[in-house]
T-cell receptor, first 117, second 112 residues
Framework: GAVVSQHPSWVICKSGTSVKIECRSL??????MFWYRQFPKQSLMLMAT?????????EQGVEKDKFLINHASLTLSTLTVTSAHPEDSSFYIC?????????????FGQGTRLTVV | TQLLEQSPQFLSIQEGENLTVYCNSS?????LQWYRQEPGEGPVLLVT?????EVKKLKRLTFQFGDARKDSSLHITAAQPGDTGLYLC????????????FGPGTRLSVLP
């Protein structure tokens, strides 16, 4: 089956530094990828839609200058948390959708646990 | 407005019990997926249903897509602690992936 790989699985960084998270679709091309944030014991919250070759689309309330998204190829999207602060600590998950002739399925990365100290 | 509703939101049961989780909408979906997410991991796709009335089984899990393709259910027989997790349903409004929406999730806890 299709696989989406996310790296790193966890990262601890100092306040004020930036952290980059990678999301790769391993056996299919994804012109669109999605970045979610998940708070403890809650469902997924869509942050932004990453579009290959164009600007990302951010959900209301998500700072685009804070969460930089780059989708440079059909298999890779990156999310950079800039000038991280402790309140940015969270579980970040990416997703890519595989489209077939009859349906569309979403596949998720393993998630990245970010802790800002 | 939540396009997909899930019920119950939380469920805590004893090992061996049966349970059903519901995913409902007023919208028609071309396909619907169910995911399970365990703590500290990303959601994992369990099944995709495409045809109205379709029933799919995955060991002790039975998934059904409503005849009108607006709702779905997940039934677990003889639940085990390993079934514990967040169950998410997601629907695609068209086969081309537009308007792909997620339900809020059902958090299941199976106690030994």
């Amino acid at each position: 089956g299709a696989v989406v790989s996310q790296h790193p699985s966890w990262v601890i960084c100092k306040s004020g530094t930036s952290v980059k998270i990678e999301c790769r679709s391993l056996d299919f091309q994804a012109t669109t990828m999605f970045w979610y944030r998940q708070f403890p014991k809650q469902s997924l919250m869509l942050m932004a839609t990453s579009n290959e070759g164009s600007k990302a689309t951010y959900e209301q309330g998500v700072e685009k200058d804070k969460f930089l998204i780059n989708h440079a190829s059909l298999t890779l999207s990156t999310l950079t948390v800039t000038s991280a602060h402790p309140e940015d600590s969270s579980f970040y998950i990416c997703s890519a959708r595989r489209q077939t002739r009859i349906n569309t399925e979403a596949f998720f990365g393993q998630g990245t646990r970010l802790t800002v100290v | 407005t939540q396009l997909l509703e899930q019920s119950p939101q939380f469920l805590s049961i004893q090992e061996g019990e049966n349970l059903t989780v519901y995913c409902n909408s007023s919208s028609v979906f071309s396909s619907l997926q169910w995911y399970r997410q365990e703590p500290g991991e990303g959601p994992v796709l369990l099944v995709t249903v495409v045809t109205g009335g379709e029933v799919k089984k995955l060991k002790r899990l039975t998934f059904q897509f409503g005849d009108a393709r607006k709702d779905s259910s997940l039934h677990i027989t003889a639940a085990q602690p390993g079934d514990t997790g967040l169950y998410l349903c997601a629907g695609a409004r068209s086969q081309y992936g537009q308007n792909f929406v997620f339900g809020p999730g059902t958090r299941l806890s199976v106690l030994p």
